[in-house]
């Protein structure tokens, strides 16, 4: 389906021949809306991001040329870490990559990964291709599947219809093999739940058992205030906005959508949600930093997929504009995603902000810091959107410290 001579081109010509080039003057750059000088950044930066890992994948170079970087002892991260990267990076890319092809310098970057990611798919569950990815070993590959679940749902005529027959078959038979494996008591349940709603959406048998102990199992949790448990006991940690909300809240859509949820359950959720990302916003400081609070800080700006889902789907509440969302988010990774955080090649380096392997926890390893994609999520909404339209816009903390007004807080119970 894809032909190996778009491959070859593409890697001779490299990642650079489809960014755009700065010709402008100063005062040209000047008067660029903001929002569509972030765009450009927002762009150029994921798909800096995400072209090594597609681009090897397609080649089928990804274990060959894919640095395993972990704190670990353990000597398993080479049975999970692709599969982290390539399930992580799509559900960050899709939405974007879900936007209609065009002429753009933007549009020809996206079809290229685009293409990378089906050709590269197509080869990772293929048995006799040195990048088969692995759903069979360890518990790990529950958490990615999740991830790659969540982003065919999220782009489903881009990276899900367009595979072949043989590949869809073998990925839903990769995803099914995953529930013969133990799962842990907290927000892993959630990513089993949305791998099961993916099977149901594309027509295929599913399990509900997963799906209805995921959802009375997070509704225990709930303990207010737009906070869930990650399991019986609470942690203060960015999970409930790394993938409890976002993933519950599509679970409960597709689950609603296939009468197998009632409306009012998701509308409940999806409030929740936007009550947890008033508080995410205003942990954003005045400088566009964030609290270090927490395991899997190493995720980066993960830390904010909820709010960038949020925005994605046009439900930020009436106190948080697109805009500020927008600058703020940009602020954050102008500060943290500088060129340190990659490798001399291109991978990203085990840390925070730059090479920090002593922070990092000891189920992490290099594909694990793929979770940062998410928060670019907001890259599938149109430049026309007025996320990306609007001019700046301070946040909220931005507001508060240097003496305007700005909206008071109160705690909110559902």
């Not at 000047?30 to 994921?46: H, M």
């Amino acid at each position: 389906m894809f032909r190996r001579k778009f491959i070859n081109n593409l890697s001779a010509m490299g990642l650079g021949a489809f960014l755009p080039a700065n010709n402008l003057s100063a005062k040209e750059l000047l008067e660029i809306p903001s929002g569509k000088k972030d765009r450009k950044y927002w762009a150029t930066l994921l798909n800096k991001i995400v072209y090594p890992v597609y681009s090897n994948l397609a080649e089928g170079t990804l274990v060959q040329n894919m640095p395993i970087y972990s704190p670990s002892i353990y000597d398993g991260r080479n049975n999970v870490t692709y599969l982290e990267a390539v399930g992580r990076s799509t559900a960050g890319v899709a939405p974007w990559l879900a936007l209609p092809d065009d002429e753009s310098n933007e549009g020809k970057t996206r079809l290229i990964l685009k293409n990378l990611f089906l050709e590269g798919i197509s080869k990772g569950v293929d048995p006799n291709s040195p990048d088969v990815l692995n759903f069979e070993k360890e518990r790990q590959p529950i958490i990615d599947a999740g991830h790659l679940a969540h982003g065919l749902l999220r782009a489903p005529e881009a990276l899900w219809a367009p595979l072949s027959q043989e590949t869809k078959r073998r990925l839903v038979n990769k995803f099914k093999v995953l529930r013969t494996r133990k799962i842990h008591n907290n927000n892993w349940l959630i990513f089993r739940a949305l791998t099961e709603c993916f099977l149901l959406e594309v027509g295929e048998d599913f399990k509900k058992e997963p799906i209805d102990h995921a959802l009375k199992s997070f509704e225990e949790w709930y303990i207010g205030d737009g906070w869930f448990k990650d399991g019986v006991k609470f942690s203060f940690n960015y999970y409930n906005s790394f993938a409890m909300h976002p993933m519950l809240v599509d679970t409960l859509q597709i689950l609603v959508k296939h009468g197998l949820a009632q409306q009012e359950t998701y509308d409940l959720a999806l409030k929740r949600m936007i009550r947890h990302c008033v508080s995410l916003e205003r942990m954003i400081s005045p400088e566009g930093t964030f609290p270090l609070i927490g395991r899997s800080i190493t995720y980066r700006t993960g830390a904010f997929h909820a709010l960038a889902m949020l925005s994605l789907m046009e439900k930020l509440p009436e106190t948080i504009s697109p805009t500020q969302v927008r600058c703020a988010l940009t602020a954050v990774k102008k500060n943290l995603l500088v060129d340190e955080i990659f490798d001399q090649n291109g991978w990203l380096n085990l840390g925070f902000k730059g090479k920090q392997p002593n922070v990092a926890d000891y189920y992490t390893s290099t594909g694990s810091l793929y979770m940062t994609t998410l928060s670019f999520v907001p890259l599938g909404l149109p430049e026309t959107n007025e996320f990306w339209s609007g001019p700046y816009t301070d946040w909220t903390t931005k507001l508060a410290w240097s003496g305007k007004d700005f909206p008071k807080d109160f705690q909110v119970q559902f």
